[in-house]
């Protein structure tokens, strides 16, 4: 029985994609299997899955274009992507795109299955606390929402985590394994400490001079007082 939702699977590599889908169906995953990235994109709009595994090297259409195309469409759904290079090239692309976890093959499927709960995890969002508001920008941890001058800013769900994180250390810095903690679950994530200087990046480019994410060299980041 499925209880977990739809994810869809995006893997032109038919063994590799029957051993992610049995994988996540034990899980009670529904999964959908698609073999190209315009296929891909058509089974986004059509079957609105909780989750994406995505190959970044899917023929048609590859990971990268279509991640960029649902973000650019407002479509957060989450997105793992899966790619036969380990280049930090791939890995930053991809999560500057807004991308919520990397895996390299080859890769446990149980690997994989844990980075699918644990993304939406962090997009279902934590127990509900108080309201965060400094200056014009406003952050809700209970729907997760974050406006600036009363219009929603879209953050993915890890971009969320890390500004929700930052907002609860009440001004004090925190360094990248912290952050990692915060808003991934892990110190030691695979992406990276890097990884986080990438969505700080992202979040700065959304809320643009209202940022409140003030660098604190050689040691990490803090949310400026305004």
């Known amino acids: 029985m499925t209880t977990r939702g739809l994810v869809l699977v995006v893997e032109d590599e038919a063994p590799i994609a029957d051993l992610q889908r049995r994988y996540l169906a034990r899980e009670g995953f529904g999964v959908h299997v698609e073999p190209d990235g315009r296929r891909a994109l058509d089974a986004v709009r059509r079957l609105k899955p909780v989750a994406i595994v995505l190959d970044v090297h899917v023929p048609g259409l590859d990971g990268l274009e279509?991640?960029?195309?649902?973000?650019?469409?407002?479509?957060?759904?989450?997105?793992?992507?899966?790619?036969?290079?380990?280049?930090?090239?791939?890995?930053?692309?991809g999560l500057e795109l807004g991308a919520d976890d990397y895996l390299t093959?080859?890769?446990?499927?149980?690997?994989?299955?844990?980075?699918?709960?644990?993304?939406?995890?962090?997009?279902?969002?934590?127990?509900?606390?108080?309201?965060?508001?400094?200056?014009?920008?406003r952050l809700d941890p209970d729907s997760r929402r974050v406006t600036l001058r009363g219009e929603e800013v879209v953050l993915t769900a890890t971009e969320f985590n890390l500004l929700e994180a930052l907002f609860a250390a009440g001004g004090r810095v925190l360094d990248r394994a912290e952050l990692l903690?915060?808003?991934?679950?892990?110190?030691?994530?695979?992406?990276?400490?890097?990884?986080?200087?990438?969505?700080?990046?992202?979040?700065?480019?959304?809320?643009?001079?209202?940022?409140?994410?003030?660098?604190?060299?050689?040691?990490?980041?803090r949310i400026g007082r305004g």
Do not use: M, N
């Open 181 to 221: 903690a915060g808003a991934w679950g892990q110190a030691d994530y695979g992406g990276g400490t890097r990884t986080v200087d990438v969505h700080v990046a992202q979040v700065r480019a959304k809320l643009g001079a209202d940022c409140p994410i003030e660098t604190v060299r050689g040691v990490g980041y």
């Open 105 to 137: 093959k080859p890769f446990s499927p149980r690997e994989l299955v844990a980075r699918v709960k644990a993304v939406l995890r962090r997009a279902r969002g934590r127990a509900a606390v108080g309201v965060h508001e400094l200056g014009a920008l």
């Open 66 to 93: 279509v991640c960029r195309t649902l973000r650019a469409e407002g479509d957060w759904t989450p997105v793992v992507f899966v790619t036969a290079r380990d280049e930090e090239v791939d890995r930053l692309t």
